[in-house]
């Protein structure tokens, strides 16, 4: 069965470092997200692309925090530095849709800054 | 804006009990309609879906069914069990994905 990828599961790194995530979709779904899980709280949205373009990112902290789908395939989030506030967990998602379609979560990446 | 509210946990419930758990939600359109259940430590697995009003959605003993008169989709199980604790979130999908807050669930022998 197909599952969205995400590296790595689990990453401590000290605060004001730099940290990146990856995640590679299903094959053939355009639209992937990325989310940010706080313990004990619902995802939050941070990125949205449809292919290579970003659809929605107004929740995304630009001054630290940045998102590429370069080939519209496999993603990379990055934040540099990161702070301790950033301690979460960091979910990509994917679906064939923009809109009115189920999303597939991958296992995500379990951060804690120090 | 569109929005999903879902009851506030934690529900505590004994095995073999009858679950409930609401879910209500705003929309401007006809969105599709999910409940998504995770597990500790992992990421969100769909649970069940309806695309449509009065569609009824169902999966591993859950159901839920999409009400457009009263903007609503309960998730629903017979009897619980101790493996189904976890955290149950409601969530529409219209232009984007709109969770709810989420339910956690936890079920005693």
């Given at each position: 069965?197909?599952?969205?990828?995400?590296?790595?599961?689990?990453?401590?790194?000290?605060?004001?470092?730099?940290?990146a995530?990856?995640?590679?979709?299903?094959?053939?779904?355009?639209?992937?997200?990325?989310?940010?899980?706080i313990?004990?709280?619902?995802?939050?949205l941070?990125?949205?692309?449809?292919?290579?373009?970003?659809?929605?990112?107004?929740?995304?902290?630009?001054?630290?925090?940045?998102?590429?789908?370069?080939?519209?395939?496999?993603?990379?989030?990055?934040?540099?530095?990161?702070?301790l506030?950033?301690?979460?967990?960091?979910?990509?998602?994917?679906?064939l849709?923009v809109?009115?379609?189920?999303?597939?979560?991958?296992?995500?990446t379990?951060?804690?800054?120090? | 804006?569109?929005s999903?509210?879902?009851?506030?946990?934690?529900?505590t419930?004994s095995?073999?009990?009858?679950?409930?758990?609401?879910?209500?939600?705003?929309a401007?359109?006809?969105?599709?309609?999910?409940?998504?259940?995770?597990?500790?430590?992992?990421?969100?697995?769909?649970?069940l879906?309806a695309?449509?009003?009065?569609d009824?959605?169902?999966?591993k003993?859950?159901?839920?069914?999409?009400?457009?008169?009263?903007?609503?989709?309960?998730?629903?199980?017979?009897?619980?069990?101790?493996?189904?604790?976890?955290?149950?979130?409601?969530?529409?999908?219209?232009?984007?994905?709109?969770?709810?807050?989420?339910?956690?669930?936890?079920?005693k022998?």
């Amino acid at each position: 069965e197909a599952e969205v990828a995400q590296s790595p599961r689990y990453k401590i790194t000290e605060k004001s470092q730099a940290v990146a995530f990856w995640c590679d979709p299903i094959s053939g779904h355009a639209t992937l997200y990325w989310y940010r899980q706080i313990l004990g709280q619902g995802p939050e949205l941070l990125v949205q692309f449809q292919d290579e373009s970003v659809v929605d990112d107004s929740q995304l902290p630009k001054d630290r925090f940045s998102a590429e789908r370069l080939k519209g395939v496999d993603s990379t989030l990055k934040i540099q530095p990161a702070e301790l506030g950033d301690s979460a967990m960091y979910l990509c998602a994917s679906s064939l849709a923009v809109s009115n379609t189920e999303a597939f979560f991958g296992q995500g990446t379990r951060l804690t800054v120090v | 804006g569109d929005s999903v509210t879902q009851m506030e946990g934690p529900v505590t419930l004994s095995e073999e009990a009858f679950l409930t758990i609401n879910c209500t939600y705003t929309a401007t359109g006809y969105p599709s309609l999910f409940w998504y259940v995770q597990y500790p430590g992992e990421g969100l697995q769909l649970l069940l879906k309806a695309t449509k009003a009065d569609d009824k959605g169902s999966n591993k003993g859950f159901e839920a069914t999409y009400r457009k008169e009263t903007t609503s989709f309960h998730l629903e199980k017979g009897s619980v069990q101790v493996s189904d604790s976890a955290v149950y979130f409601c969530v529409q999908a219209g232009n984007m994905l709109t969770f709810g807050g989420g339910t956690r669930l936890m079920v005693k022998p």
